[in-house]
């Protein structure tokens, strides 16, 4: 069992950054950030995922080049730095775990979340 707690979230106006964290409980080989904006589905797949062993990252191309995903093995913190937000980010942003035999895909289920943070892009 992996307990996954966040931290982070908050609001801000529309260009600005925010640093996301996930504390987990056990290591885990690969970590992803979701996200489910207000009256939509979860999205299907990760906004960005590390693998844990090898560092290799993926990002969705709705952020690729505004965030980056990284990991403090030491101290069990996942994060996501968000830079140039727009209101379009805004969402609750989960923290999601799973192990794997390969890589570690944006897609494919994740089996331990947690409770999500929000973010909130103002125009």
């Known amino acids: 069992q992996v307990q996954l707690v966040e931290s982070g979230g908050g609001a801000v106006q529309a260009g600005g950054s925010l640093r996301l964290s996930c504390a987990y409980s056990?290591?885990?080989?690969?970590l992803g950030w979701f996200r489910q904006a207000s009256g939509k589905e979860r999205e299907g797949s990760a906004v960005?995922?590390?693998?844990?062993?090898?560092?290799?990252?993926a990002y969705a191309d709705s952020v690729k080049g505004r965030f980056t995903i990284s990991q403090d093995n030491a101290k069990k913190t996942l994060y996501l730095q968000m830079d140039t937000l727009s209101p379009e980010a805004t969402a609750m942003y989960y923290c999601a775990a799973r192990e794997s035999l390969y890589g570690c895909s944006r897609f494919g289920a994740y089996k331990y979340w947690g409770q999500g943070t929000q973010v909130t892009v103002s125009s």
């Open positions: 960005a995922v590390i693998d844990s062993s090898t560092g290799n990252t």
């Open positions: 056990a290591s885990v080989k690969c």
